[in-house]
């Protein structure tokens, strides 16, 4: 008997063995056995089970019915998640409150039950509901750290933590834009990002010679929010020069700066701006080669503008606030995601009057502008490095 006739005949006894009693159970199933041909026990329990009426029929899903599985809240929340740069679920939980109230301006006003819904989304409904359009980036870079041999000794090394109880302790970390050959002239970033508040600043030089890197250490310096108390890098002959040293030693004694260094070949000593380098540069410039002068000032209008006002006022950031370690696992916990802007806020070393500028200068912010913006500095950059590209090729 095929397949489709054992189904058939197993729907059509199944209803009067569940009504009979146990001698017309034993017949019904002797004789189940030796139609279909198969052992008593698979019978048994073929018999116990409800039977699917067509077998050409998916099998429904279990659990109760998703509730966001809508266009009216897909939609936006999409474009939220497209225009925050991709955001994991906890991160656009976070930043949502900031966005959908710009969103009206650029797509249109949303229904309060769907402003609301978008709202109350947990993290794991983010997630879930944005998995069909979820995009994967994948990228390797070249490491351009060469060791710097000179006033090593000068320059001590930071073998603890800061005791980060107030904003200004900054990590600092430079980032090429070579392609795939360290050869030659070409861009580097330069990224600094403060431990306790994740407020973080770029900079484009060219090259990454000392008087270059310390010019745009002064520029970042400048635009924080909170004074530099604390610098620290790594072994990078950009940093570990007589520039640098005189730089942070020829300061007031109340407005001295630590100036330290990370462990050579230890790059988890500045774990805070490595994480920066892909989620600041990398994501925005990629991999891509800047041998141009030319885009030296875009970038620095692009990163000192746009680019700082979008990540450090709506882009939340996690911080790791408890790390265990079980047997050969780590167990690590985090705290609520919040934008750098948000976390100045909170701190009380933060001058008053400060405090009042970024709140009157967030308030008059739009991220979805602002995001634009930033696409249309990028095509004339990408501009740039194209003509410069098809130059090179034809040489």
């Given amino acids: 008997m095929e397949r489709n006739g054992k189904q058939s005949y197993l729907e059509r006894i199944y209803g009067r063995y569940r009504k009979a009693t146990k001698e017309q159970k034993q017949k019904i199933l002797n004789e189940f056995c030796e139609v279909c041909g198969y052992h008593r ?36 929340l999409k474009r939220v998640w497209m225009a925050s740069d ?15 109230p710009h969103y009206a301006q650029e797509h249109g006003a949303l229904e309060p039950s769907v402003y609301n819904a978008l709202l109350k989304m947990s993290a794991a409904s983010i997630d879930r509901v944005l998995k069909p359009v979820k995009a994967k980036h994948k990228g390797k870079g ?34 090429a834009h070579c392609g795939n050959s360290l050869a030659g002239d070409f861009v580097w970033s ?8 994740t407020w973080t600043e770029c900079r ?23 004074p530099l108390k604390g610098f620290d890098c790594d072994n990078g ?9 005189r730089y942070f030693s020829d300061r007031p004694p109340e407005k001295s700066v630590q100036f330290t260094r990370s462990r050579p070949y230890h790059k988890d000593d500045n774990a805070h701006v490595e994480q920066k380098n892909w989620t600041h540069v990398r994501q925005c410039f990629g991999y891509d080669r800047f041998d141009n002068p030319l885009l030296v000032d875009l970038m620095n209008d692009l990163y000192a503008n746009e680019w700082s006002l979008y ?3 709506f882009c939340p950031s996690n911080k790791l606030i408890e790390k265990t370690k079980i047997n050969s696992k780590y167990r690590r916990k985090y705290d609520q995601p919040q934008t750098p802007y948000h976390r100045v806020l909170a701190c009380q070393s933060v001058e008053k009057q400060t405090k009042e500028n970024l709140i009157k200068l967030h308030n008059s912010l739009n991220p979805f502008k ?26």
């Fill in 41 to 76: 026990k698979h019978a048994i329990r073929l018999l116990k089970k409800r039977p699917r009426r067509n077998t050409q029929e998916p099998r429904l899903p279990v659990g109760r019915k998703p509730v966001y599985q809508i266009p009216e809240i897909t939609e936006p």
């Fill in 370 to 395: 602002l995001k634009a913006a930033i696409e249309n500095k990028l095509k004339i950059i990408f501009e740039h490095v194209k003509v410069t590209s098809n130059v090179r090729q034809r040489i």
């Fill in 142 to 175: 070249l490491s351009g750290t060469k060791p710097g041999t000179l006033l090593k000794n000068q320059i001590p090394i930071k073998t603890h933590h800061w005791d980060v109880t107030q904003p200004g302790f900054l990590e600092a970390d430079t980032v």
């Fill in 237 to 245: 002959s950009e940093f570990l020069n007589h520039h640098f040293v």
């Fill in 190 to 197: 330069l990224t600094m990002t403060d431990i306790l508040t």
């Fill in 204 to 226: 484009a030089t060219w090259n990454k010679g000392s008087q270059g890197v310390c010019t745009q250490v002064n520029h970042i310096e400048k635009s924080l929010p909170f």
């Fill in 311 to 313: 990540q450090n006022h």
């Fill in 86 to 100: 991709y955001l994991c679920g906890k991160r656009l939980k976070a930043a949502l409150p900031e966005w959908l």
